[in-house]
């Protein structure tokens, strides 16, 4: 799979995602990923980006010139130009695991108040958030769903069943997890991880985690498989 990342800082992309296992599978040839510095597309001197927004207010926008000469440069048949933003679509499993199926994702990060709508007209297929909250530098929401993505490819993670059983999985959260010792400092594992029976150790399982989403996260339900690009 191949993944373009538009940015201002193509430093932060390389420092968050060169290390554990996005590095590993960029160094197995898994993962192409590159980052792209929008100002290689300015046309003045200054290498000016972002400009004013039209109409007051604070804050800059990303001017819409180099964003689309940028986005067309980088850009295939067969690419899914991806806007991560705030107002965007939530990422959910089911949609990084269709991302996961397409051959290039090109990553358009937002900074300051974000880009000039005629681009997120024009020139993007999905506009995705990362949460409802705002990041200080879109680049940090586009290494997060490179990171999320990546873990559905063939071979990235060392124990494929470990998509299978973690939170969200099914509109779930996660089960307690508990390793060696049995006992530490007077704290029990509970007795049915012990015990060698798979089946009580699959229902218990369950229970936890049907448990843990009614206190936790009452709001999850059931999201629907969102198609490709």
Same mark, same amino acid.
């Given at each position: 799979?191949? %993944?373009?990342?538009?940015t201002?800082?193509?430093?932060?992309?390389?420092?968050?995602?060169?290390?554990?296992?996005? *590095?590993? #599978?960029?160094r197995a040839?898994?993962?192409?990923?590159?980052?792209?510095?929008?100002?290689?597309? +300015?046309?003045?001197?200054?290498?000016?980006?972002?400009?004013?927004?039209?109409?007051?207010?604070a804050?800059?926008?990303?001017?819409?010139?180099?964003?689309c000469?940028?986005?067309?440069?980088?850009?295939?048949p067969?690419?899914?130009?991806?806007?991560?933003?705030?107002? *965007? $679509?939530?990422?959910r499993?089911?949609?990084? /695991?269709?991302?996961?199926?397409?051959?290039?994702?090109?990553?358009?990060?937002?900074? @300051? /108040?974000? %880009?000039? $709508?005629?681009?997120?007209? =024009?020139?993007?297929?999905?506009?995705?958030?990362?949460?409802? @909250?705002?990041?200080t530098?879109? =680049? !940090?929401?586009?290494?997060?769903?490179?990171?999320v993505? #990546?873990?559905f490819?063939?071979?990235v993670?060392g124990?494929?069943?470990?998509?299978?059983?973690?939170?969200?999985?099914?509109?779930?959260?996660?089960?307690?997890? @508990?390793?060696?010792?049995?006992?530490?400092?007077?704290? $029990?594992?509970p007795?049915?991880? !012990?015990?060698?029976?798979?089946? +009580?150790?699959?229902?218990?399982r369950?229970?936890? &985690?049907?448990?843990? =989403? &009614?206190r !936790?996260r009452?709001?999850?339900?059931?999201?629907?498989?969102?198609?490709?690009?």
């Open positions: 799979m191949k %993944i373009d990342v538009l201002l800082f193509p430093e932060i992309l390389e420092a968050v995602l060169d290390a554990s296992i996005i *590095g590993r #599978a960029r040839g898994l993962l192409e990923l590159k980052g792209h510095n929008l100002r290689e597309w +300015a046309t003045d001197r200054h290498r000016t980006v972002d400009d004013r927004p039209f109409g007051g207010g804050g800059m926008l990303l001017k819409p010139e180099p964003l000469d940028a986005i067309d440069a980088l850009a295939g067969q690419t899914c130009r991806i806007y991560l933003t705030p107002d *965007g $679509q939530p990422l499993p089911a949609l990084a /695991e269709d991302l996961s199926r397409l051959p290039h994702l090109l990553l358009v990060s937002g900074h @300051y /108040e974000g %880009i000039d $709508q005629r681009v997120r007209d =024009t020139r993007i297929d999905r506009e995705i958030s990362i949460g409802d @909250y705002v990041l530098n879109g =680049t !940090l929401a586009a290494a997060v769903l490179v990171d993505v #990546a873990r490819l063939p071979g993670l124990d494929e069943n470990s998509l299978t059983a973690e939170s969200f999985t099914g509109s779930l959260l996660d089960f307690p997890h @508990y390793t060696r010792p049995a006992v530490f400092r007077g704290l $029990q594992v007795e049915v991880l !012990l015990s060698g029976d798979h089946e +009580a150790i699959a229902r218990w369950q229970e936890m &985690r049907e448990e843990k =989403t &009614r !936790l009452p709001d999850l339900t059931t999201h629907t498989h969102e198609s490709d690009c």
